[in-house]
């Protein structure tokens, strides 16, 4: 029985597909990879393209070479029977209607639980070189932010004023991304949450930026050549912050810290979210729903990888009782959330390494900005 | 039997979850829809921002109301028991391994060939609003490259020059994409692409930009707010055009106009095509493959439907002999690519109405710039 690993999608939106290629490309295309060759195919509109480009130890095909038309389907069945494969082994999320059609056709197909490239886990010098490259840029974008938030000005009726107009989150978050794109990075939904908005960790920010008020920015664009990402957060406050806005930012930092020390090679996952979570607690901020329904507290995980995708493996979050194995690239990013006066997350990115983990991000801890 | 349909995924991939529930998510979440209601599934994180802004129609849980953990699987068979749901109709893209599983438990699973929102194909007087406000920030990015190159000097070395550096291909897209982004649109791989570059039709363009040759330009961005695309072709050349180039360009637009007068409800949608394919070949621009297998004359589909995705339903091309409806927004995007000197391609959107086509397009042909 001859197995393949068999690929089908677009390497702008498969990391997968691009990990094993090199090429970023809009349109569908197929991969496989037998004991004996990795192939890809491609349309006529993207074979010249793909051969210029592709990793080297791929071979590219033509539709065309198949005699079967355009159709996926068809090309596969041409490709089964060329190559005499009888099963392909595809990622989890390889598209059901089309695999039930192979399944039809007599050809064998597994979905592989969990991660397809395993390998994608762990970086190599020239990926963590690239997300070096990207926290750069990433950087790059929160200082701009920094710089906004210092040149805006406090009106009297509490917003900021930047270039003697209201300061928006839309402002400053086209800032940031302006800032992005001219160094070479793609943003993606850049967070600019002030005040109540914060509470909710993904809200993106709109309106009004308050003074005094938290502010938290979250900033994971693309790198435009590589696809590499970066990923950063930080909280400030223009003006003067509350009591308990302090103690919440001094928590965070300090729980972000105590968890870095629990981040290296057979450091169990879920400990170094325990340790931010422990510290968060020694602080008074604990974590529920309330009576309302909301969440409070510290209600994410502590972290998650980062390479081709923003999200990927490994993740840091309770309950996961295996090891991390050394060369992982994860974010370290406790937050409180309370919805009475917001949120504060701080976000930094970490190699994994033997003894310790090596801090990527280089970007200080600044909070009050006068 | 009672039937439900199921949508998996992030709203922020999957335009199907995006329409259906009017919200920006990058987390996965579920989207069933059963004949007595809609609803939507969602983490503790993502619940309350998805109760603030979700579509009307649509029913919010959270995981924790099916007391099933947050394990996908566990949730959708919770999902099923409770609303008493034996089978699934699902997208053809749905994923294969968590299909089976749902299979294995006794659900039953179908893919849905072809689209699984027909209705997206077919614009509402919003959404062609949206694509009309979405073109207006798109011509915004053309007018700025228009710009540049009309500021542009050429230099001795038969380059471009722009404020006294060379003018690259990334310069150029840079200067495009940030006006895009300050004008509420994301870019997405805008494509420059100088002299022979333009042979390919989805090189994006890199390096120095010519002077007195073809420079492609297609943009094709996102609006941030409401997810809609514009897309936009245009072929310049600063300087002199050669005669192949003039030739070629008065061809391409001429085969544009024509083909629109092929757009209409109850037009075959091959006749659009043809109609162009005829015009470029009477004008002595012909297609095929070259002695080294690289493709030439117009080797790509007339057109495709934009919205929520940039390439959807339907397609304007050869051996389509199904009829157009009415209601579709389509591109009308004839070019021709030579492997020695180049690509011209001009592309225009429009609107399919009763007895014609409305143009949405509304920039001009340039060509030749000064």
Redesign the interface.
């Given at each position: 029985m001859k197995i393949a690993k068999l690929i089908v999608g677009s390497s702008?939106?498969c990391s997968n597909l691009f990990y094993k290629t090199g090429i970023?490309?809009?349109?569908d295309f197929i991969y496989f990879e037998t004991d004996e060759e990795k192939g890809a195919i491609f349309s006529?509109?993207?074979?010249?393209?793909a051969v210029n480009s592709i990793k080297k130890d791929v071979k590219v095909y033509?539709n065309e070479e198949f005699k079967a038309g355009n159709y996926i389907l068809d090309i596969l069945l041409a490709l089964a029977a060329t190559k005499k494969i009888d099963k392909f082994m595809?990622p989890?999320?390889?598209?059901?209607?089309?695999?039930?059609k192979l399944r039809e056709s007599g050809i064998a197909?597994e979905?592989?639980?969990g991660i397809f490239c395993p390998e994608r886990e762990f970086k190599s010098e020239f990926e963590l070189l690239q997300i070096k490259e990207a926290m750069r840029v990433t950087e790059l974008g929160m200082k701009r932010a920094y710089v906004v938030l210092a040149e805006a000005n406090i009106g009297n009726d509490g917003f900021l004023y930047w270039n003697n107009e209201l300061l928006t989150s839309e402002i400053l978050k086209?800032e940031i991304?302006?800032t992005l794109?001219?160094n070479g990075a793609?943003?993606d939904?850049t967070i600019a949450a002030s005040f109540l908005q914060s509470s909710?960790?993904?809200?993106e920010g709109t309106g009004a930026i308050y003074a005094n008020k938290v502010l938290v920015i979250d900033i994971f664009p693309r790198l435009k050549n590589s696809g590499y990402y970066g990923d950063l957060t930080r909280t400030y406050v223009k003006g003067r912050a509350s009591d308990i806005e302090k103690r919440a930012f001094n928590a965070v930092v300090e729980s972000r810290e105590v968890a870095k020390e629990f981040i290296y090679s057979g450091a169990i996952k879920e400990n170094s979210y325990n340790a931010a979570k422990n510290t968060l607690e020694k602080h008074g901020f604990f974590t529920g729903?309330d009576e309302k329904?909301?969440?409070y507290g510290f209600?994410?995980s502590l972290g998650h990888g980062v390479g081709l995708d923003?999200?990927e493996s490994p993740r840091l979050s309770k309950n996961l009782t295996d090891v991390l194995k050394g060369g992982e690239i994860v974010t370290v990013e406790p937050g409180v959330y309370y919805p009475d006066w917001g949120g504060v997350r701080m976000e930094d990115i970490v190699y994994v390494r033997e003894q310790n983990c090596e801090v990527i991000t280089q970007i200080g801890d600044e909070f009050e900005i006068d």
């Open positions: 702008e939106k970023f490309v809009p349109d006529s509109l993207e074979f010249d393209r033509r595809v989890s999320d390889f598209p059901i209607f089309l695999g039930d197909l979905g592989v639980e086209s991304d302006t794109l001219r793609i943003p939904h909710q960790p993904h809200n729903v329904g909301r969440n209600f994410h923003i999200h």
